[in-house]
């Protein structure tokens, strides 16, 4: 069996290491209704400018010539793309694409007692709530925003209206959350989502980040272990990042280990900003424009061969090449974020 969906697809274009072009994430604001410690850290940010932002006709427009191109799955993201408005139009609009076959949002959760019956409505059937704590007093101190209770409602909402896949990603943090793993995954059973640990990555904007601060898949596996006793891995030949596992009671959860044990080999996803720039690798410095041609009027053909050059010519290892590193700091100093905003987690989309 192939490790690589859609590889043995004709169509699919492919990088150097013969990986497909497939999972497009696609972030729709840079903005964000939370200052997560780990993300947005700092007191003041450069923002990108209005004029350049996407409309949705253009996101539209540039996701049809990413499934021209073997893409069969987007997730919308951001900053928070909650806070795009009008997003379910942009959903219904990407519904109307045959090729795609997965739509997915992941949002903070702030505004989905608001939105999630319009988001459902306009077709969005996957669901992803970041969520890293059950204590409002640590919300507070990690996300420096008052608004737990709305996170819970909105999960509640969402809950309530019956989305078939919903997840709780959590950002597992030494001395921030290591203690409260099992009760995510309790509260995740509750609510019928499937939790994903993600290991703390260093990438640009995680100014803070720092190695004995991570907590380790095998120190995740370990404090579940304790409390669960055996865990079993679940084997499934699929790109997804998140590795799953198995509790003796059949609760399942799954942890993305970027950090500690990357998946660089099977990485078939790719960015776009809201501002038209494609980015290969989550820790690429370096992305491809693809607004100016588009605003120039460029033809899909021109544009289709932009997308196949620049993936077949993919080499990107991010989080290997990290991980390969002595002394591992945060990606890219404060004041380097200030000059590229793109070079931030939530300019990327996460
Ligand atoms: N606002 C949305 C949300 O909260 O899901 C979407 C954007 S957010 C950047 C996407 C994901 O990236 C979130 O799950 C967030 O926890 C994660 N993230 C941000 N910075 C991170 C870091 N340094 N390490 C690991 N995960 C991070």
Redesign the pocket.
Known sequence: MNALPGVNDATVVRDTLSRPLHSLRISVTDR?N?R?Q??MPEEEYSWLPRETLLTFEEIATLTDLFTDSGVDKVSL?????LMRRDLPRLIHRLTKNRRLKDIAL????ILLGDQAQALYDAGLHRV???L?TLRPERFRALTRRDSFQQVLAGIETVVRIGFPQFKL?T?AIRGFNDDELSHLIEYGTRVGAEVRF??????G??TR?SRDRVMSRQQILAELGREYGAITPIVDATSAPADRFRLADGTVFGIIS?TTAPFCSSCDRSRLTADGMWYRCLYATKGTDLRTPLRAGKSPDELLEVLTKEWSARDDRGAEERLALRDRSPLVPASSLKKNPHLE??T???
């Open positions: 964000c939370l997560c780990y993300c993201t951001a900053g928070e793309p992941t949002t903070n959760g992803t709530v970041s890293d990603d950002v993600i290991e703390y990555m260093d990438v904007g995680a980040w970027s987690m939530h990327r989309g996460g």
